[in-house]
């Protein structure tokens, strides 16, 4: 695992010690928890892989679905026999369960050592400090970012591809979704700010970047003057050593007509749209309060394969929402297999604390909810498959990111349109745009070789 510090600020204290990260959830938290381990290098932790060994044990949690949270609580509870085993062991739980749940959590765990918010990273290396020296436990949960965004030190996982926070929150409220509650308000980072950021990273040699927030498509309508994500893009597209700049994720209704453009006219920016659809059915859109029509997604498609044929969506689909009809179900099937999406996050309907849908009548059952949700991922993986057997013939260029992971006499990259290509190559290609002419397919990954 490669370790790169991009921001190093003067080291504070004091006696080594080690820390494992546990994360889940999604691409936020990932980078939330690069942040963590920064910060928390600042007052003398380094990263392990073996929990076993660890002084401090950190679970960056995910409230998304209730199955996200009760792993948070089976995994706690293995780690209270580690921290058995070695008393002093300290255990921390952060990310979106900890936002929603505070003090709560801290009564129903009261073994875990620290809890801190979404909106507190910055704080960690304190709490950590303070429940050390106290040997009590520690609760903070803010309820808002604080109003100048602190730039926080990383300690990235990938030292070719890096993810960078653009906007935070999310202004909508989907009538199913928690993320408003635990991530709060719509609040992007100054351009300026990202900018210098990713220059940084061009001159630590990485290739690639991903610009993530909730709502992407959202970015800089909250900041004066007004941008748009088309802006940085053409902003970043000018950082030469950056090769490929990818976003996630992006609403609907927010994308923009010079957003496209900008990906089109961007050599760097890649032809890769994850674009939440959620369902394919007017009335179930309507109750889920997506702000869209079926029609109007459509459209939105179609602008982006009119100036970029070549151009791969992928999507987010919820199946089982209350009351959702067979038909309404089967408007989703039918969507998939018209709009052809190279790749879809499918879920079964989870009804989450503070969201309206949970209390609605009409819910379904697990079986109803899961018979659906296998049907969904039996059409998704046929559609994936068919575009990807497209591919067998091409020659693509793809970012070299390692050793494959299931069969590591291989290396994985993945073409500018996200997908995994294994192959058999060099390690001098890591970190490298490689051509290779593609041989096999399956819905998830490519095969290829290097050209004669
Ligand atoms: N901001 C993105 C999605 C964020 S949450 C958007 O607007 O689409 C990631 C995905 O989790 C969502 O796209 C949705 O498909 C799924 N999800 C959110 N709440 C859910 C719930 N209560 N049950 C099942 N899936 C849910
Ligand atoms: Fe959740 Fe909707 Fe916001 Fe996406 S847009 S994070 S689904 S509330
Ligand atoms: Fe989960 Fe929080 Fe992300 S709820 S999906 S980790 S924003």
Avoid at 70 to 75: E, M, Q
Avoid at 170 to 199: H, L, Q, W
């Amino acid at each position: 695992m490669s370790a790169i510090n991009t921001v190093a600020p003067p080291k504070q204290a004091t006696e080594k010690k080690s820390v494992y990260i546990e994360t889940f959830g999604c691409q936020m938290n990932k980078s939330d928890s690069e942040h963590m381990l920064g910060l928390l290098d600042d007052i003398g932790y380094s990263q392990i892989d073996d929990k076993n060994d660890a002084d401090l044990m950190i679970l960056n949690t995910c409230a998304i679905r209730e199955n996200a949270e009760d792993k948070v609580f089976s995994y706690l509870g293995a780690w209270k026999k580690i921290k058995d085993r070695r008393p002093g062991t300290m255990i921390a739980v952060g990310g979106c369960v900890a936002q929603d749940e505070g003090t709560s959590l801290q009564r129903r765990v009261p073994y875990v050592d620290i809890v801190f918010g979404t909106h507190n990273l910055h704080r960690l290396p304190d709490l950590v400090l303070k429940a050390r020296a106290t040997k009590e436990s520690v609760c903070e949960v803010f309820q808002e970012l604080p109003e100048d965004l602190p730039e926080i030190p990383v300690i990235r996982q990938s030292a070719i591809s890096a993810w960078v926070s653009i906007i935070y929150g999310c202004d909508y409220n989907c009538t199913y979704c928690i993320v408003p509650f635990v991530r709060g308000r719509e609040k992007s980072r100054e351009m300026d700010v990202i900018a210098k950021e990713i220059e940084g990273l061009g001159l630590g040699g990485y290739k690639e970047v991903t610009l993530l927030g909730q709502n992407v498509t959202a970015y800089g309508h909250d900041l004066d003057p007004k941008v748009h994500l088309g802006h940085l893009i053409e902003r970043i597209g000018k950082i030469d050593q950056i090769k490929r700049i990818r976003f996630l994720t992006g609403h609907p209704r927010d994308l923009n007509p010079e957003i496209i453009d900008a990906v089109k006219n961007t050599e760097s920016a890649c032809e890769y749209f994850h674009l939440p659809i959620q369902s394919g059915d007017n009335r179930t859109l309507r109750r889920m309060a997506r702000g869209y029509t079926v029609d109007f997604y459509k459209r939105c498609i179609d602008q982006i394969r009119t100036k970029m044929p070549n151009a791969a969506i992928s999507t987010d689909i919820i199946v089982g929402f209350p009351g959702e009809t067979e038909q309404e179900f089967m408007n989703s099937i039918n969507l998939i297999e018209e709009l052809q999406f190279d790749a879809a996050n499918t879920a079964a309907y989870s009804p989450r604390p503070h969201t309206p849908a949970a209390d609605w009548e009409g819910q379904l059952s697990q079986e109803e909810k899961f018979e659906r949700l296998r049907f969904m991922n039996s059409v998704v993986t046929d559609v994936a498959h068919k575009i990807n057997k497209r591919y067998i013939g091409r020659r693509e260029q793809i970012l070299v990111e390692g050793r494959s992971d299931r069969h590591p006499e291989r290396f994985m990259g993945r073409t500018g349109t996200n997908k995994i290509v294994n192959f058999e190559g060099q390690e001098s290609m890591i970190g490298q745009l490689v051509d290779v002419e593609i041989t096999t397919a399956n819905p998830w990954a490519l095969r290829g070789k290097l050209p004669e």
